[in-house]
Structures are given as structure tokens and as C-alpha cells.
């Protein structure tokens, strides 16, 4: 399994929004300052946030994007799910009912699935919530480290 930039960066953009909740709107321009991630590479992640109601875009002067709920409601295999698609390790363990032919005889299924198990039980108990409170302890132990 490998997550993709688009997948790493989604989730860092989601956790700048959760860490600057102040009920004002956040600019793309901000988040990639913070971020080091490009404005363009940016608008196409916010994009299928907003698409699948993660966020909510607001134009004009004001304008900008927050989180359309707690942060504590969004967990990072939500996040992972939507920008990677399936995060299985093995293309036979992506449905729900395995329909390889070899699905009887083969051994290493059992592995797979172990190891998909073991992956969602990791990113669906973690939410935005968990990684921002993580990252404002380490602002405040290693502050020089940090882009606020």
C-alpha cells in the first residue's frame, strides 16, 4: 500500500483547518503557506473535499474554506478513502465478498486481509481531532520547528 501526496496532503490541509477553527473562513493562500504544499495542487484536493461535504468554500472577500463538522466526526481512513480510493493492500481484498478464483485455495489471502484489518483499525479511530490536539503538544514543545 501506498499513499499517495494527494492523500498526505488532504489530510494535512484537513488538520489546518481543524487547528484554525475560529469560525472565520481559511484561505487556500494560508493553508499552503503553512503547509509548503502549491495553491494549485491545493485546489484540486479542497475540490473533492468540498465535493464529498468534508468542507464548505464561501467566495468573495471573506471567503475561504471550513470544516462542515467537529473535527472530532472525521477520521483519517474517511480522508484516505476518498482521496486514494480503496486502501487495501492486495486488489482481492477491495470488496466485501472476495470473487478471485483462487480465493479457496489461496494462502495468502489470510495475510491480506489480516493486514487490511490491521490498517483500518489504525485510521478509522484516528480522527482530525486526535492529530490536531497531537500537533499543538509538539508546537509547544518544539516551537522553532513550526509554522503557526
Known sequence: ????????????????????????????????????????????????LNRAGYVRSVRGSNGGYRLTRDPSEYTVGMILRLTEGSICVAPCTESEVNTCPRYRSCVTVGVWEKINKAVSDVVDNITLADLAREEREKIENFPGDYVI
Open 1 to 48: 500500500m501506498h499513499i499517495s501526496t494527494k492523500g498526505r496532503y488532504a489530510l494535512r490541509l484537513m488538520i489546518d483547518l481543524s487547528m484554525h477553527d475560529t469560525g472565520e473562513n481559511v484561505s487556500l493562500k494560508e493553508i499552503s503557506e503553512r503547509q509548503e504544499i502549491s495553491v494549485k495542487y491545493l485546489e484540486q484536493i479542497i475540490s473533492m
